[in-house]
């Protein structure tokens, strides 16, 4: 959580502020390592001229900086050659040698115009927060007060209860909170993730446009990827994996694979139908010659990442996204693709009507395996009656 002041007056209430959220953050269970940025406003010593006195004395202010930073820094009076390297030779006071006092500055004597002063009878000193050392984001100063979780703590749960906390705090006049954490750094790479996928796509599109000289069969293989995104979505939900950044990076990896079992199907159509096969049976044998290459690929692939999935709960959605898409990215290569193909490429209709029966197919294809089914166990038990007779 990002707390932030409008100007720097409001500091020592934006430090007062964090104090209150980092004791509530350390008060919900499974939190660990509380901190706060507040530790990095130190106190500084900030001394004001009496301009009114050093005007009747006619002192210049800058007579007074002068002794302040002598008295503080010390004074360079020489230098001394040492390896054949200058040494500057600074002359301080004692008392400074191990901490610093803002009375025993005030209470340093000098001299001007053949009298004695004190540079106290010059300037005050306070003691406020060192308001150069803090972090500003857009003209605010911010204050990060932030943690982590346990093990076995999903961040999202914890952020939740922390922004209803901010919601119903009583923060003084120019003092407010930005969100933060995890979840909104995984807003960012969840974007820049979509970014990076869509680049792929088309990177992808264009290779398989030059190896199949087509726009058509390209735009069915990525058509079977994006159609594995809603199964992909229901194994996260029954899993119980929110939608972040592993799962982008497993949805990027798992378009590959799949992008390889469209390639391989709809070029083994093309092979059959170079060598004369009529079109359904290009199909039919297409999708048999290829079935285990493509089953065997799945399920060593899934087996392979489903101990991480099942083992890191923080990688479990890259494991989940990666196998839920490759299940349901077989399925629709050997069933929705073909039947897009020939949509496409075989069926006697307009373009326009190819077109439309292409998109709906994946919508009409339960319907169409539910009538085959019907339609194979009337025929089974036609077949049995007819034996009996």
């Known amino acids: 959580m990002k707390l932030n002041a409008d100007s720097s007056d409001g500091l020592e209430s934006l430090v007062a502020v964090s104090e209150d959220f980092e004791k509530f953050l350390r008060s919900l269970d499974g939190t660990k390592n509380v901190s706060t940025t507040s530790g990095e406003t130190p106190g500084q010593f900030v001394f004001v001229l009496k301009k009114d006195v050093l005007a009747e004395f006619g002192i210049p202010a800058s007579r ?20 054949g390297e200058d040494v500057d030779v600074v002359v301080k006071i004692a008392e400074f040698s191990d901490s610093l006092d803002p009375q025993s500055v005030l209470a340093r004597s000098f001299a001007h115009a053949g009298k004695t002063y004190r540079i106290g009878d010059f300037a005050v000193s306070t003691v406020k927060n060192a308001v150069a050392s803090v972090k ?25 209860k922390y922004e209803a906390f901010a919601k119903t705090y009583p923060f003084p006049s120019g003092i407010s909170f930005s969100k933060g954490g995890e979840n909104e750094e995984n807003k960012e790479l969840i974007v820049a993730i979509l970014v990076s996928f869509v680049v792929a796509l088309v990177c992808i599109f ?3 446009v030059l190896q199949f000289n087509s726009y058509g069969q390209p735009f069915i293989i990525i058509f079977s990827v994006v159609m594995a995104l809603p199964f992909i979505m229901i194994g996260l939900l029954l899993t119980d994996n ?48 290829r079935l285990e290459p ?14 991480i999935a099942l083992r890191d ?30 949509e496409v490429f075989m069926a006697d209709h307009p373009w326009l009507r190819k077109l439309t ?21 009337t025929s089974a038990l036609r077949g049995k009656r007819r034996s009996i007779r």
């Open 313 to 342: 709960r923080f990688w479990s959605g890259l494991g989940f996204t990666i196998i839920f898409g490759l299940i349901a990215a077989s399925v629709l290569t050997l069933f929705v693709v073909k039947g897009i193909y020939y």
């Open 136 to 160: 500003r984001e857009e003209g605010k100063i911010t204050i990060t007060v932030e943690g982590d979780v346990e093990k076995d703590v999903l961040p999202a749960t914890v952020q939740s």
């Open 64 to 83: 007074i900086y002068s002794e302040i930073l002598s008295t503080v820094n010390g004074a360079n009076v020489g230098s001394i050659e040492d390896g």
């Open 242 to 289: 929110p939608f972040s950044m592993p799962f982008g990076i497993g949805f990027i990896s798992f378009t590959g694979i799949a992008v390889n079992h469209g390639i391989i199907l709809i070029d083994a159509i093309n092979q059959n139908l170079k060598k004369g096969m009529k079109d359904f049976t290009a199909l039919v044998e297409a999708g048999s010659s």
């Open 206 to 208: 264009g290779i398989l």
């Open 294 to 307: 493509m089953m065997l690929t799945t399920f060593t692939t899934a087996f392979g990442i489903l101990p």
């Open 357 to 377: 029966r292409a998109l709906a197919f994946p919508f009409r294809l339960p319907g169409w395996l539910f009538r085959s089914v019907v339609s194979s166990a």
